[in-house]
């Protein structure tokens, strides 16, 4: 980034910033289409082996920034939970068929 | 990049994924500057449906056969080449324009295209536009591919598409080999570029990431060439455009040409009579 384009006036340097950052998106979609869906579906895979939580307060989000992204993992676990529960049902994967319609996923920009 | 080092020549398509940035032009431009330095080529239309290679090279009244005839067996592939009249070791094979695009398979398109590779030094194939069976087809026996782009958000962002497709896609790809990718800049405005207008060029290679071909500024000579039938190399060969295509041309042949943007020269009766003239 040099200093002429600080300098530089009109949309281009908008168009590029805008172009950087969808095209980020882009190629994660592209190369692996489903990529949240299989993030999900693993990650409480792994967790609902111990501990036992709600599908319905699960949120999964995927932030973007300049730079870098983010990942973020929202799992209410009630307080009541206690690592018998964990011990007793260690196979356990908190979520059936109907996993789709209660997980909230979002694409988050971050600009 | 130069040829390959056997007696086949060199299997380049020419591809965007957007429509109307000048992938046909190109195919032809090349394609002449090529054969008028000497080389023997072929170029081919995948835009099965809406053929206009043809049309671009002045041939449309010559069509007899097309490939889709050529991977049926209707025709041989010697019946459906048609030479250039302006320059003899130019040859087209035209595309259909009442099949539609299922009407090719990848192994009748496999078969003409190693068939062509034997007997010509380029073999260039014009894609259509889009990710379609056509789009893929024509790339999926590609060497090397020529990413057509203009410096517009919605063509990079399709050309950037297309290079993923080019390396997972393609027939090359799948065997663990590197697809060579170039990029051809067209309609390329400099002194918007310089006003922050339009995205420079440094900017379209630094999101890509690909190795440059050549940069085609945006000029008039384009249109007049498409509209007289003749590829704008040999239609004016001193024009910007055709100098930047010639230019790209020869580093496709492994030379080592400095990168300019070619301008329009204007005479004194050009500058005097301005657009009239032009």
Known sequence: MSLFYFFRRGSAPIARERLKILLAHDRIECSHPDLLGVLREEILAVVGRHISFEPDNVRIRLGRCKTTSTLAVDIEIPNGCRQSDVVLRPNRLPFGSGLDSNVSTTNQWVI | ?278
């Open chain 2, 1 to 278: 990049m130069g040829q390959a080092g056997d007696d086949k020549g060199q299997v380049l398509v020419v591809t965007s994924g957007k429509g109307g940035v000048g992938k046909t032009t190109s195919t032809a431009a090349l394609g002449a500057a090529l054969a008028h330095d000497g080389q023997k080529v072929v170029v081919v239309d995948f835009d099965v449906g809406l053929r206009n290679l043809d049309l671009v090279l002045g041939a449309e009244r010559r069509v007899v056969f097309d490939l889709i005839n050529v991977i049926n067996g209707f025709a041989k592939l010697s019946q459906a080449l048609i030479r250039d009249k302006r320059l003899t070791n130019l040859y087209l094979l035209p595309a259909s324009q009442t099949r539609d695009k299922d009407a090719l398979t990848e192994e009748g398109v496999a078969k003409v295209i190693e068939e062509l590779r034997t007997n010509f030094d380029w073999v260039i194939c014009d894609s259509p536009a889009g990710i379609e069976r056509g789009a893929t087809l024509a790339m999926r026996y590609a060497d090397a591919a020529i990413i057509v782009t203009n410096p517009e958000v919605s063509s990079v962002r399709d050309s950037d598409r297309i290079i993923g497709l080019l390396d997972t896609t393609t027939a090359k790809a799948e065997r663990g080999e590197r697809i060579n990718k170039h990029l051809l800049i067209t309609r390329y405005n400099t002194s918007r570029a310089a006003r922050g207008e339009m995205l420079a060029i440094d900017d379209v290679l630094e999101i890509l990431s690909c190795p440059l071909l050549g940069i085609i500024p945006e000029s008039k000579e384009v249109m007049r060439a498409s509209n007289v039938g003749s590829p704008v190399t040999l239609n004016n060969a001193l024009s910007a455009p055709a100098r930047a295509y010639f230019d790209a041309a020869r580093r496709l042949k492994g030379k080592d040409i400095p990168m300019l943007v070619p301008s329009e020269s204007r005479s004194f009766l050009n500058t005097l009579f301005g657009r009239k003239a032009a």
